[in-house]
């Protein structure tokens, strides 16, 4: 008999009928049989029908009998028995065993079919074709195997209709299916369905028939119209559709059917079949509840491998949870990979390679790691393995482990350094150990593992070591060039050395090393190098030459060329090297090319054309802050402070701690008018500074110094910069009446006078300038009168008027005041001061404000004042000069001796009348600046002096004079 294959077997869980080929794991039959009694019985028979075609009675009928006695209430013995009596002519036996299996399965049709065999004709039915002896014909034709005969009976309606017929068509499929006729059998159960009187057994075979057949369309419209939906039946089916191959068709079954199994193995199967499915619906398998433990791990080991196929991370990690925690290594070190987890990734790598043979993984798993990202398990992995002594891809290993050294040098701690550097045994080893070596840049590591200075290490080494000792030791770097040359005397081994010499910026080295190469061996690509190199170090006639030679051959001028052919010609020749420029951005527009050209058209004073290179250069790296800060400038120079700001504003937020950039900002800021943003930018750029406003002034160097005094300048600006109120005090006690207090009341005399002051500077954005411009004031002053009193109390005026600073960068005033007495006295008036002062220092290092930097500071001033009362047509002219010494007490603090030379003169009558007073002063001031805070310098300062005067000449009566004054700013 054919055997069945194991894809096979389920077809014929459904067949249910004698003497035919079933497997040992089928379901229960109709009549009761038991899948043990299935499995003991199904020899006999087979037995027993091979003896009935050989027509052996005795042993047909013996088989039969023991298979009765096996399953005595079995349809199956009971048929296949009744038919080997009828076969041997004992037909009443055969009545015998039915009429008693009746009594256990009296429903059962194929146990009627054979229970009314038709009755013995009366005429012959050879010739005869009324139903019986068509039934008879058939029935013979059934029993010696010729199908065809007695399905040719069949052709007849009126017989195929009768009972005889349907009987004749029930056995006749029973017997194509025993007999392997399965076309025949599917085409009879057509029949019988159509006629309505197909048996759930019938319908059952005729479902497995259509598998077996691959007639999966057919099985499935059977299965849905006739409820065939047990598990075992979707089982079947899904089987079926699996072996067609059509895995989209197996999805969408599969996804419909929830089928509850009465056993593991066959949960195992749907399992197995789902996994089929799970390349196109994925889910099926994942989200699977199995009803068997078992099958719980076994769905995980099936699903595993497909969820880290397609990269579907959560899928593999729960089934990985599913499964026992040293299984599947190699899955979890994919899986921890994919997630980032590389520290994971690495003890699973590690258990991998511990394993028996696990060494030939190193190369792959290192691999991997790399280039998940993984660098620092990757390095970690292959120097626990270092020098990978046995393993047959230990070049392969060490290759890599020099490439890793080459991207993430930082990787190697000082321990996996020194390890490394540990000469290895061989001279091969050694060549690769040097390559990590030199991709780490350990010349140290180098210079001990040459240290035997083998003849067998190639030009290249010699190479390197003669970069590493050519700083420290020039005769072994001598030494190590001249073994390089010994392995490689070729044009080709000295131009290495001219680039390897450029590119560790031995200039002069590479410089002589090009020259040494003959000129036929150099390419066009070499020349420029050659030239490059030659730049660098300023040999501009060299790089000539080898520009010219680099055209005459014939060279590309593209904008590399011209860039170089204009460093070369800029030191004789400017404008030529503009050209050159030109040409280069005509050709390649660089943002290097545009700034140098930009620089060399403001040198020439073309400052509009060098303002469009720097936008051309600015737009091609608009991320570049040095360029974005010279556009600034050139916005600067072409008087567009606006355009500057922005500029500034892009290379400050590319490069926020770039002082210059912080100070710039400030300026023009404070420029425009902006206090607010300008306070904001002094006090990033004074917090740029740090500390050095802290460092000893005494043994500061001159760039301390200097740092000091920028900081103090920043900090008076910040200062001044919200300084909106101003007010001063001036009180003078002297001896005698002197013209000490022109700068008060010009052309009044007092012995002593006192004054007050209070200035409202303006907003900026209303007078165009800064908070200097235009400042509103009101004055109170008066004098000891005219008894010459001490104290200055008496002829009080009251002045208020306008200071207006025409010029922000020189300090002078022009000033109109309407003065009112403020008492009673007799001898004052109601008049107009104008009045224009200025006041020169002559450096700001001879300023009068305090000094951050050194132990004290020489102090000038030089005074102009123009006064001219207008009612009492009056002008008064004052000249003074100051000249002092600043000498620090402690911070904020100085003591000040000083001498002034005074020169008023006093027009009163329009020139018939005109008074002189000429007088030299020495004194000494004590200073008292306080106020200060980390953003703001000093803001108000007490100064207290004693002077003496002496007149060369003048309009008064006393010559000599002496005075105590009091000076105060807030």
């Known amino acids: 008999m054919k055997r069945l294959s194991p894809g096979r077997c389920a077809l014929a869980l459904f067949i249910m009928v004698p003497a035919w080929s079933m497997c040992a794991e089928s379901q229960e039959s109709s009549g009761g049989d038991s899948r043990y009694q299935q499995f003991m019985v199904y020899p006999h028979r087979q037995a027993g029908y091979a003896a009935m075609r050989a027509g052996d009675e005795r042993t047909a009928m013996a088989e039969f009998t023991r298979a009765r006695e096996l399953a005595p209430q079995s349809v199956d013995t009971a048929l296949d028995l009744a038919e080997a009596y009828r076969h ?201 509840t199995v009803r068997y433990p078992a099958n719980a791990m076994w769905q995980a080991r099936v699903a595993l491998p497909l969820a880290m196929l397609r990269g579907d991370r959560a899928v593999a990690g729960s089934m990985l949870s599913r499964l026992p925690a040293d299984s599947f290594h190699e899955e979890r070190f994919s899986l921890y990979l994919q997630q ?8 699973q790598a590690e258990v991998l390679i511990a394993q028996p043979e696990g060494y030939r993984l190193l190369d792959p798993l290192s ?20 020098p990978f002594t046995g393993n047959t891809h230990s070049a392969a290993l060490l290759a890599r482990l020099a490439v890793l050294a080459g991207q993430q040098p930082a990787l190697f701690s000082a321990d ?36 035997d200075q083998s003849p067998d290490y190639p030009a290249e080494l010699w190479r390197q070591l003669g970069d590493c000792y050519s700083k420290d030791h020039p005769g072994l770097a001598e030494y190590a060039y001249a073994q390089a040359g010994k392995h490689e005397p070729s044009a080709d081994t000295t131009r290495a050395l001219a680039y390897q010499a450029y590119s560790a910026q031995d200039y002069e080295t590479a410089l002589l090393a090009w020259r040494s190469v003959p000129a036929a061996h150099l390419q066009q690509a070499d020349l420029l190098a050659a030239a490059n190199t030659a730049l660098t170090i300023h040999e501009t006639a060299v790089a000539r030459a080898w520009l010219d030679d680099y055209a005459a051959r014939g060279g590309r001028q593209d904008g590399a060329y011209w860039w170089l052919r204009a460093q070369a010609d800029e030191p004789s020749n400017p404008a030529l090297a503009r050209t050159d420029l030109e040409n280069a951005v005509a050709l390649q527009p660089d943002p290097r090319y545009y700034a140098r050209l930009a620089a060399l058209q403001a040198q020439a004073g073309d400052a509009q054309q060098a303002l469009a290179s720097w936008q051309h250069a600015s737009a091609l790296a ?14 600067l120079q072409a008087g567009e402070p606006e355009k500057a700001l922005a500029q500034f504003e892009r290379a400050h937020q590319a490069d926020p701690d770039n002082p210059a950039l912080t100070r710039q900002l400030l300026y023009v800021n404070q420029q425009l008018g902006d206090y607010a943003q300008a306070r904001m930018y002094a006090e990033q750029a004074i917090d740029q500074f740090g500390n050095v406003g802290a460092a000893d002034p005494a043994g500061a160097g001159s760039d301390t110094q200097q740092s000091q005094d920028d900081l103090y300048s920043l900090r008076r600006l910040h200062e001044n910069l919200d300084r909106r109120w101003s007010f001063n005090a001036d009180t003078s006690l002297g001896d005698t009446v002197s013209s000490a207090a022109n700068s008060v009341a010009p052309g009044v005399s007092y012995r002593s006078y006192a004054q007050f002051e209070a200035q409202y500077h303006l907003d900026p954005q209303l007078t165009g300038g800064d908070l200097n411009t235009l400042t509103a004031y009101a004055r109170l002053f008066a004098g000891s009168g005219v008894t010459g009193t001490v104290w200055p109390v008496h002829e009080a005026m009251l002045g208020i008027g306008v200071h207006w600073k025409p010029l922000t960068s020189q300090n002078i005033v022009l000033s109109v005041e309407q003065q009112t007495p403020a008492d009673n006295s007799r001898v004052t008036h109601n008049d107009t001061l104008f009045r224009a002062s200025g006041s020169w220092s002559f ?23 123009v ?47 005109y008074l002189r007073d000429g007088r030299a002063g020495l004194g000494v001031q004590w200073n008292v600046w306080y106020g200060e805070t980390h953003y ?35």
């Not at 998940?372 to 992995?381: N, R």
């Not at 007490?942 to 807030?970: K, P």
């Open 340 to 347: 980032g987890q590389y520290v994971q990734a690495q003890q």
């Open 936 to 970: 703001d310098a000093y803001p108000h300062r007490l100064s207290v002096a004693i002077e003496g005067q002496h007149a060369f000449t003048t309009y008064l009566r006393d010559t000599n004079a002496a005075f105590l004054i009091v000076r105060t700013q807030w």
């Open 622 to 635: 608009p991320q570049d802050s040095r360029i974005a800060a010279s556009l600034g400038y050139a916005y």
């Open 416 to 451: 996996d350094r020194a390890r490394l550097r540990r000469p290895l045994d061989s001279v091969a080893l050694r060549v690769a150990q040097l390559h990590i070596l030199s991709a780490l840049r350990d010349c140290e590591g180098i210079r001990q593992v040459m240290a």
């Open 367 to 386: 691999y991997r790691l790399m280039d998940a990202g993984a660098t620092y398990e990757a390095k970690q992995l292959l120097l626990d393995a270092y």
């Open 843 to 865: 450096g700001q290092k001879f300023s009068d404000d305090w000094h951050a930097s050194g132990r004290g500071w020489f102090t000038q001033n030089f005074y102009v004042d």
């Open 867 to 913: 006064a001219h009362y207008l009612r009492a047509e009056e002008t008064v002219v004052t000249l003074d000069y100051r000249f002092g010494f600043h000498d620090k007490i402690v911070n904020g603090q100085t003591i000040e001796p000083y001498f002034h030379l005074q020169y008023t003169g006093i027009d009163r009558t329009q020139g018939l009348t």
């Open 88 to 288: 041997f002519n004992q037909a009443a036996r055969a009545q015998t065993v039915l009429d008693e299996q009746a009594r256990y399965t009296p429903n059962d049709s194929r146990l009627r079919a054979a229970m009314t065999p038709p009755a013995p004709p009366a005429v012959d039915c050879t010739r005869d074709n009324r139903p019986v002896c068509r039934a008879k014909r058939g029935f013979g034709d059934l029993q010696v195997g010729d199908l065809a005969r007695a399905q040719a009976e069949l052709d007849a309606p009126d017989f195929a209709a009768s009972p005889e017929g349907r009987n004749l068509r029930h056995a006749l499929v029973q017997r194509a299916i025993y007999l392997g006729d399965d076309q025949r059998a599917v085409a009879q159960l057509s029949e019988l369905d159509k006629q309505n009187q197909l048996s759930s057994d019938e319908r059952n075979q005729w479902f497995t028939l259509l598998l077996k057949l691959d007639r999966l369309d057919a099985a499935r419209e059977l299965q849905s119209r006739s409820g065939l939906d047990t598990p075992t039946q979707d089982l079947a089916m899904a089987q079926a559709i699996g072996n067609s191959g059509d895995r989209k068709a197996l999805a969408s079954y599969m996804a419909a059917r929830q089928p509850a199994f009465a056993n593991e193995k066959d949960e195992r199967q749907w399992i197995n079949l789902l996994a089929m499915a799970a390349r196109a619906q994925p889910a099926l398998l994942d989200h699977y």
